[in-house]
């Protein structure tokens, strides 16, 4: 039997192994095999045949079938997929457990405590990092939005808007609980991107950009983090952010800012 490499590296989303993925399939084509016959079908050395059957039966892919000689079955593959989206769901729900209960530990007490003393011991100069690739310069924007105490500034083109919305949205509702002024300035004026506004629109003030393509937020004057290509001019990919917390030179954009908001044109505004 004749595998191709390509199918058997798609079946790794299952969570097999090389050995295992090709097995399996022999095992379907056959419905019920022994052990030997399934090594010579799929290229599986003989000595790792028993462990490899082994690891599916635990996981679900096959049974042993009963008697003399021993024989396998395959389980159907509609099967297979709802036990292993199962077992991937109760994994992840006892994982998120283990750290929702972590929260409340002396463990995470010990570890915040070290950060904080570490974060004193360095020098203005150190807090700086750079970030390849878009979603690590979004959750570095995220952990920025979920630590600003005052104020956060967001600017972005029109297309990034729509997708900084869809990833910051409830962060923003939550910060505008905690009392913290959002602004947020971008080109607008695609049927999309007035969509994604109505996301924040009761939390987030809004004002209209024209002929500026920025890509850069503040919080509480103190950080910032900018991006330095434009979004349509580099894959997602490669895009690169830089992050400083640095008061002065935040501070200083930020005023900036304040002066080219004002005269902005208002598209929502948060009624206080």
């Known amino acids: 039997m004749i595998m191709q490499k390509e199918f058997i590296e798609k079946l790794k989303i299952f969570g097999l192994n090389s050995y295992e993925a090709k097995i399996w399939v022999a095992l379907l084509s056959r419905g ?17 045949s028993y462990d490899v059957l082994e690891s599916l039966e635990k996981k679900g892919f096959i049974v042993m079938k009963i008697g003399k000689p021993i024989k396998y079955i395959a389980v159907p593959p509609n099967e297979v997929l709802e036990r292993v989206k199962g077992k991937i769901k109760e994994d ?4 998120a457990r283990n750290l929702e209960n972590l929260r409340e530990s002396d463990v995470l007490g010990e570890l915040s405590s070290l950060h904080n003393k570490g974060v004193e011991l360095v020098e203005p100069t150190e807090l700086t990092a750079s970030f390849r ?3 690590k310069v979004y959750e570095q924007i995220l952990l920025m939005l979920k630590e600003a105490e005052e104020e956060f500034i967001l600017v972005s083109t029109e297309e990034g808007l ?9 962060a923003f509702k939550k910060a505008h609980e905690r009392g913290v002024k959002i602004k947020i300035a971008a080109p607008i004026t695609k049927k ?7 996301l924040i629109e009761d939390f987030a003030e809004v004002r209209k950009v024209k002929d500026l393509r920025a890509r850069f937020a503040i919080a509480d004057g103190e950080e910032i983090a900018f991006l330095l290509f434009d979004d349509d001019a580099v894959h997602p990919t490669y895009d690169v952010g830089v992050w400083v917390n640095t008061p002065f030179f935040a501070s200083a954009v930020q005023q900036l800012f ?5 005269e902005l044109e ?3 505004k948060v009624q206080n």
């Open 162 to 170: 729509v997708r900084k919305l869809d990833f910051l949205s409830r």
């Open 266 to 268: 208002i598209v929502v």
């Open 258 to 262: 304040d002066l080219a908001w004002n």
């Open 32 to 48: 019920v095999s022994s052990a030997g016959e399934l090594s010579d079908i799929s290229n599986v050395p003989r000595s790792r």
């Open 133 to 135: 690739g878009r979603n």
């Open 92 to 95: 992840a729900d006892a994982q």
């Open 192 to 198: 999309e991107t007035k969509e994604a506004i109505k």
